[in-house]
């Protein structure tokens, strides 16, 4: 039938509205496969949702639907449903003619209100899970109706999805060979299919059926709309539904799929032999799906309903055909709280009867004692990533230990998360950002080249390869064995390539007798020579390999399907030791440690490793880090660890003997400075950097007030306190002190002054300052700032107010001082320091964070005249400040900004992030700001009355944690997002941040 005369337009709607149920409502069209659907407004309520069947519809059929909402209504405790409203004549179901003489039926339910799934921005495990729960409980309330109609023939229905094999040829090339796999697939294990139980369903829990809380932060889903699917099929086929569609726009769809599952199994309980086939299930809602939209494509062009699912079904479809169908049921049985792999008890028990010596393993190395060695993320064994991707320095130190420990095999491992992996084959983009195979499987013996490995057990070979590539096996081989109960593989890898291969599929290998032997690193992947024995429930979809590393966030599955190899041996040295929870740091630090010491993010992170601009939590998690300015030339840079640890082996002491390393650092520093800052002390902290300088323009001045900028930040110690309104004026503090003057943020963008030409104004509020302190009978002893006020939430100081300021200080006698303890050593891009930026020389500057990348060194550089002053006779002592060690690593940091040219890239990714910032404050208007010079930048969240958005901007920062990468908020207001990475930044670290900003930008509870 022609589509056109089936429509009704929304005039008719309203008109039939009003004549049939007497509501006078505003229709707008709603989505709908076959009837005409129509959202109706009416003030002071709800309203409804309007329906208008197609020319001779099933009486039959809507006698099921109104009869199943009432069973919904009336079982479903605590769900909330689409209400039947009768019409005029106390009919539930109404009936009109339409223009074309056509007899419709006409229904009115009651709205049910809320956001439907589809327009959910983001929808994040909890959401989804909280779909489950409700398709759980939806199915269950449904348990025990019973309408004939609900045994109708029906396109939707999984269970008889198969009709879409008629139209395969619609498809061609790679999109019909898919759809084929799973109509194949589900064809054959379509008996035990038909035998799980059945019950009347839902049937249609998909993206625009589904109702979600209006909390943008904790959505829940509320209710399931529309139950024109309603049909008696499998039971599992609803919770299928759900799946199909929520998965949808993730690149890991069956990650997502796994709070859907654990969900609905804790408000309706699933069977094992149910969760078998959902994987097909899933793959087949989804068949049906693209196969109706090629069928639509043709027969009614004009129904965009039809069309709406297609692209992310196809999406879905072909990651789904990569999936293995096992490691899909695997999940699903471990989402729902089984065993992952259902035979991993039953071997775990067989296994527990069985015992066997090192030295079966290995006949020719006769040792039966393990040692354990830790090659996790956080330890010392292997140390920085540059020494232990070194294979000589990592087998010198292998050699070391076994001669410490000679009647021991070095081994262990066993879900390890190691830093090892570095190639590129061990990441991948997963629903939240980039994710690295870390999780180590085997169990790995460090043995020499040639040691021959034996089976432990009678095997049949199925796997004997090269697997070829840097950090892979190499030589391969993995065997079959089989009990009288089960069957299971081990895996040898990391062989040589010659004796691998010998071996041939099908061949068998008797207990005790020779698999291969070691290889070296040519062959081996690149490694150390060592053996990585694995055990495997499963093969899995694995032809020419299989995994030896895992995500993390599969862990649970991975360790089920390859138990440990050490219960074979039962060594108590290869005991696992890892610890998952961070909770004991947590509760002893409450105990024991200031609770003044705050901890980041809302879940804390243990950081236990770092590499240039990421770091790393103790499951190899990586992070990348927009924050960690102190990091300066990269975190763990070779070179200024080296250099650190090299002069700690020789002498430490402090700066009353000569030594090269403080005049070294000392020059390298005057290199960077104007000719006036001559002269250096060198001190172990920021706030020590600032102690220092105040009693410095104490001495030179004889005076003690100090003029500074509201929410400036200058340490923690008591004077940095004193001269820091950031703490004073903040939580806690009590105001300025007497000797302490405050003016105004100078912040031209939401600051007392704004716009283009408030810097003689701000320079006029210094004035004021200056004045207030003559009025007391007293002079001015110093004026500090920091060149962008950092604390403050990156204020760039309007251009030319340090001039104007500096000029009006020095006028009445004060000094200046330059704060560079966050903007220094590089990182403004256009100038080494950040008083460059501004024409002015200060004299005095203090430096910190930066110059010891970490390491605990600080400096104030000041002119003579000040430094002649100061020293008044008393003697200037400070025990570690200047000490040798800190020098070679501070001389190291200002080599490598020189050496590595990373000024020059400070500046160039600094441009490219301020303009790809500007260019998504263009895009989202709630970025009111984007401001800072070099990789020191800052963005500030408003709404369009300029209020400061705080919880935004926290919402921002957790959710990028979420993705792996750390950002910073900041302001008087909370609402400035602060990116001062480390300024190894590169244009990808750039374009990934801009990526993820977009990302989160987008979502519901940052729209304003
Ligand atoms: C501008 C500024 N000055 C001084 C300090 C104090 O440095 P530290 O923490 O090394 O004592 C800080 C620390 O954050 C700072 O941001």
Redesign the pocket.
Known sequence: MNYDTLKISIQQAEDILFKLFHIKGKASVLPGEVDFNFRIKVANSEGYILKISRPNENDNYLDFQQKLLQFVQDNGRNLITPKVICDNKGKAISEITDDFGNKRKVRLLSWVSGRVWSSVNPQLNDLRFSLGEQCGRLTKALQGFEHPEAHREFEWDVAQSLWTKAHVNLFKNEEKAIVQYFQNSFEKHETTYSKLRKAVVHNDANDNNVIVSSDLIHPKVQAAIDYGDAIHTQIINDVTIACAYAIMHHNDPLEAALPIVKGYHSTFTLQEKELRHLYNAIAMRLVISVTKSAINKIEEPDNAYLLISEKPAWEVLEKWRNISADFAYYSFRNACGWEAHPNENEFKNWVSKQSFKFTELFPSIDKNEALQLDLSVSSKWIGHQEDFNDLDVFQFKINQLQKKNPHKIIAGGYLEPRPLYTSNSYDKIGNYGKESRTIHLGVDFWLPEHTAVHALFDGEVVLAVNDSGEKEYGGLVVLKHKTHQLEFYTLYGHLSVASATKNKAGDIIKKGEKIGVLGNAEENGNWVPHLHFQVMLSLLDYKNDFPGVAYYNQIEVWKSICPDPNLFFKSEALQNTIKNSNEDLINYRKQHLGKSLGLQYKVPIKMVRGAGQYLMDQFGRKYLDTVNNVAHVGHEKYEVVKAGQEQMALINTNSRYLHDNINDLAKELIETLPTELSVLHFVN??????ELAIRMVKAHTGERDIIASEV??????NM?IDISSYKFDGKGGSGAPEHTHIFPLPDAFRGKYRGGNSAEKYAEEVQKQIDMVHKKGRGVAAFII?PII??GGQIELPKGFLAKAYKRVRAAGGLCIS?E??VGCGRMGKSFWGFQLHDVVPDIV?I??PLGNGH?I?AVACTQDVADKFANGMEYFNTFGGNPVSCAIATEVLRTVKREKLQENALKIGTYLKDELNMLAQEFPIIGDVRGQGLFLGIELVDANMNPLAAQTDYLANRMKDHGILMSTDGPDHNVLKIKPPIVFNEANAAELIFYLRKIFAEDFMQF
């Open positions: 902290s920021g706030s020590e950097a600032n400036g930040y200058h340490g923690n110690t940095c920091e950092s604390c704060d303890v966050q203090t910190g964070k605990p600080a």
